[in-house]
């Protein structure tokens, strides 16, 4: 098992940053990748951002050039830099851990970027 607790979200001007934190624990040993998905009431979950064990990066279409994935090791944690925000940034934001055989999520934390 993956515990997985996310926080770091909060209101935000448009154009601004917010750094959101997902801290892991329990069999971290066996995650193979992990990723930051959003969700607003009523869409579809999409991925935002994912880093393989290697440290490999991918991200979603909308936030290249303005989101970064990044991983401290020693701490068990991820983070998601997000910089230039956009109203339609606004969402539910989740952590994931992969493992061959399942995922685990966090509880989500919530991001507004509202004027």
């Known amino acids: 098992q993956v515990q997985l607790v996310e926080s770091g979200g909060g209101l935000v001007q448009p154009g601004g940053s917010v750094r959101l934190s997902c801290a892991a624990s329990?069999?971290?040993?066996?995650?193979?990748?992990m990723g930051w998905y959003r969700q607003a009431p009523g869409k579809q979950r999409e991925l935002v951002a994912t880093?393989?064990?290697?440290?490999?990066?991918g991200y979603a279409d909308s936030v290249k050039g303005r989101f970064t994935i990044s991983r401290d090791n020693a701490k068990n944690m991820v983070y998601l830099q997000m910089n230039s925000l956009k109203p339609e940034d606004t969402d539910g934001y989740y952590c994931?851990?992969?493992?061959?055989?399942?995922?685990?999520w966090g509880q989500g934390t919530q991001v507004t970027v509202s004027s």
């Open positions: 994931n851990a992969k493992t061959t055989f399942f995922d685990s």
């Open positions: 329990g069999s971290i040993f066996s995650v193979n990748a």
């Open positions: 880093i393989t064990k290697s440290g490999s990066t």
